[in-house]
T-cell receptor, first 111, second 112 residues
């Protein structure tokens, strides 16, 4: 059972369009991380958000952490085929090493 | 290479057999994690080592699963009497204490 709910499960868009992926939880986490995973590889960390209300930008990617530190979103502007992948959010609880992952959103960007 | 490596990359076995999956962490990383990822799901935590000891093994599904890290570096995940439901990608990650986790490419286990 995944404690973090991600939506949508699948997203297919054309190159140049924008997209938003959501991550929601009933639990509060000390921080939340976003990963991208490609076929045959392990997840790769994109960003960590720590403070409620925090917004981080990584080139065309914008990450938000909700005020209550229970939800987060990832927005991609002008998507490119290289953005294709499985986007995973993961909650981190203070003092615990383990990550609790959502089920992921599969993003496909076609040229 | 400087990354986390896992062997084998693929393992096919028969129901009831014993398997061992190996993880070589990044040199110097004290923390090592095992996760399991089933099709269409995110990784699910299994066990976490800090040095040689298991700091948290709450994710191991039952006593058929066991993991060791005898010298605080390489780790082996051992699964006894495999079942078809054990089929998944087993991911290993390492970190410096509880810092960023770096994942290996995983071992795809198929139990026939």
């Amino acid at each position: 059972t995944q404690l973090l709910e991600q939506s949508p499960q699948f997203l297919s868009i054309q190159e140049g369009e924008n997209l938003t992926v959501y991550c929601n939880s009933s639990s509060v986490f000390s921080s939340l991380q976003w990963y991208r995973q490609e076929p045959g590889e392990g997840p790769v960390l994109l960003v960590t958000v720590v403070t409620g209300g925090e917004v981080k930008k990584l080139k065309r990617l914008t990450f938000q952490f909700g005020d209550a530190r229970k939800d987060s979103s990832l927005h991609i502007t002008a998507a490119q085929p290289g953005d294709t992948g499985l986007y995973l959010c993961a909650g981190v609880s203070l003092g615990w090493g383990k990550l609790q992952f959502g089920a992921g959103t599969q993003v496909v960007v076609t040229p | 290479g400087a990354g986390v490596s896992q062997t084998p990359s693929n393992k096919v076995t028969e129901k009831g057999k014993y398997v061992e999956l190996r993880c070589d962490p990044i040199s110097g990383h004290t923390a090592l994690y095992w996760y399991r990822q089933s099709l269409g799901q995110g990784p699910e935590f299994l066990i976490y080592f800090q040095g040689t000891g298991a700091a948290d093994d709450s994710g191991l599904p039952n006593d058929r699963f066991f993991a060791v890290r005898p010298e605080g570096s390489v780790s082996t995940l051992k699964i006894q009497r495999t079942e078809r439901g054990d089929s998944a990608v087993y991911l290993c990650a390492s970190s410096s204490y509880t810092d960023t986790q770096y994942f290996g490419p995983g071992t795809r286990l198929t139990v026939l």
